[in-house]
């Protein structure tokens, strides 16, 4: 079923009788050409394009809990295109340009609203990095542009521009950036990738791989065994825990991200701001609640709650540049187990055992990925080649020096 | 989050700077002057796993904080990746101690 304006006013006449539901729910059959372990929005993206870019529709979607509940439903969902490295950039543009068409290519409406992010800048140092980092943006076909304090007043009048330690000097904007609903980009993905035959199975937790003479033929879950001749592994803060289960360890450690909404507001914010002094980052979202976040707890934690010192810090900084945002109530406070790596980069890369992939190591920056991340994933599963965007994203970087470390901070994944 | 310091009682998480997995006490072997070309590729795949790989346990997991707001020490916290309790809080110094005079034993 098509979505369309004139399907919701025929819907409306008649009593909303002829919705379907979004996806099927199929049982697992007994093989599959491939198997995308974990559905959150990267394995949806993958599904979906293998289906739809690449003809290969005889795939499985397999997911413990249900779809949408892992951090692509948990995210605090912006968007953008402002990396640095050569590694990086490229791929993240790629993926702001499958945010564009989105909406089109799923018929489902995932609400990408690309309402410009600001990153604020204190000193004359941060401003000269903004200039770099623009300079490495355009370079890679974004957008990036400098303000100064007056163009960042014109657009957030409210901000605390004389802040006696943390005066705000101006601004890196990148007006294509922004904020997408994000369980629409699972729902999204998932019918997508559906109407092409692909099954999604979701309360169907992977428990172990069939390994024999280093090839994987198959996974044993809760379903009980299902075959495949390629099995895509997919599954963020649980990478870890999962390629265990192949006898693999990672270069990664799962930490908590927490995030916040507040009490419903009228209109006061209408693009993402950043502050550059401390660690705060705020939307308002389409239902009024003002959406932010800030640093990682800090520890190992496979607990999908963070402590109290993160959300004294956060509110902090929130305070120090929207002192205006004072006496606005927190609604809810929740969070997500984030895949860090050892440099703050990605992974979309075979495994030394045939028929093994692994997806992961997206900290908390892997939503604005799904996209790229999806058709990089799906080209890598059809070709056994490595997307031209995704070339960096190897597992054995490290060893050949090849680390992809936008920060500078080295093998501490709680600093990136 | 409370650390229960050895030295100091309990104490708030805050305080201290995480590291991470305690693993990370046990830096490998250096490869000699003279190692051969397999040594060298030995020793470099070592040094890459002790830098880069962790298990990252879920369950009871053994890691690295440092006391910067307080006495500056380092302890070895046991701590559960799922619940956040604490089970076991021991000076590094100790361990670190303890493992030398083993491998002088073995020596
Ligand atoms: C608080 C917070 C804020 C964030 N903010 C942003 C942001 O503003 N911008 C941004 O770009 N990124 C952000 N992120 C990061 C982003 O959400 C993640 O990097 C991204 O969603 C990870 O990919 P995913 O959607 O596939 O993960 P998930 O949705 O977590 O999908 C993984 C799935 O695998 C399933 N799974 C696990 N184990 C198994 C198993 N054994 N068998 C079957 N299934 C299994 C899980 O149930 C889960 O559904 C944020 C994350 C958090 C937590």
Redo the contacts with the bound molecule.
Sequence with gaps: MRYSALRVIKEALTGHKGWEPVWRSPEPKKHYDVII????????ATAHYLANQYGINNVAV???????????????????SNYLLPENEPFYEYSMKLWEGLEQDTNYNSMVSQRGILNLYHSDGQRDAFVRRGNGMLMAGSDAEILDQDGVRELYPFLDFENARFPIKGGLLHKRGGTVR?DAV?WGYARGADSKGVDIIQN????GFDIKDGVCTGVK?TKGDIGANKIAV?????SS??MA?AGMNLPIESQ????FVTEGLKPVLPGVVTFGAGHF?VSQSDKGGLVF?GDLDGYNSYAQRGNLPVVEDVCEGGIAIMPAIGRVKLLRS??????MSMDGSPFIDRTHIKGLYFNGG?????????PA?GMCYAHLLATDTPHEFAKGFKLDRFRRGGMIDEKGVGAQPNLH | MIINHPLLGPRDAAEFVYLGDASLMNRPEWKGEEASDEQTEKTLDAYHDYLYIRENKAGEHKELWYHEQGDRSWLIVTRNTITHGISKVELARDIAVANQAKGESKK
């Design positions: 372990v974990g559905g959150g929005g990267h394995g949806l397999l997911e413990k809990g249900w779809i949408g509940g892992g951090n692509v439903g948990r995210n605090t969902t912006i968007i953008r994000h699972a169907c937790e992977v428990t879950t997919c599954v963020a803060g649980s825990r999962v289960q908590v991200l927490q995030a980052y976040g929740w969070g997500g187990i984030m895949d997206w900290c908390y920056g892997g939503f604005k990925a799904t991340s």
